[in-house]
């Protein structure tokens, strides 16, 4: 299963709606039996990255886009993991 790009419009951040989106996506997984959900952010994503902790996801050891591009740009990625197993 692969859900990507999942955002707010910026005039409705702050209701509650990335929150209630994350949730469902984590009960969507659990419910088709997935073992644990994983994302990737750009440094840049701050408020994604907290957003993602808060929800209960844990940051793994983060890495340089293998690309060119990331490579001369920094372009930073952090992989985070929720695990599905033995989660209500």
Not at 60 to 79: E, K
């Amino acid at each position: 299963l692969v859900l990507k790009r999942m955002s707010v419009r910026k005039d409705y951040r702050g209701l509650g709606i990335a929150t209630a989106l994350g949730r469902t996506a984590l009960a969507f997984a659990r419910q088709r039996g997935c073992r644990a959900v994983v994302l990737n952010t750009l440094m840049l994503q701050h408020e994604a990255r907290a957003l993602y902790e808060r929800l209960g996801f844990r940051r793994h050891r983060h890495y340089v886009l293998p690309t060119i591009y990331g490579r001369l740009a920094n372009c930073t990625i952090t992989p985070s993991r929720y695990d599905l197993s033995g989660a209500p």
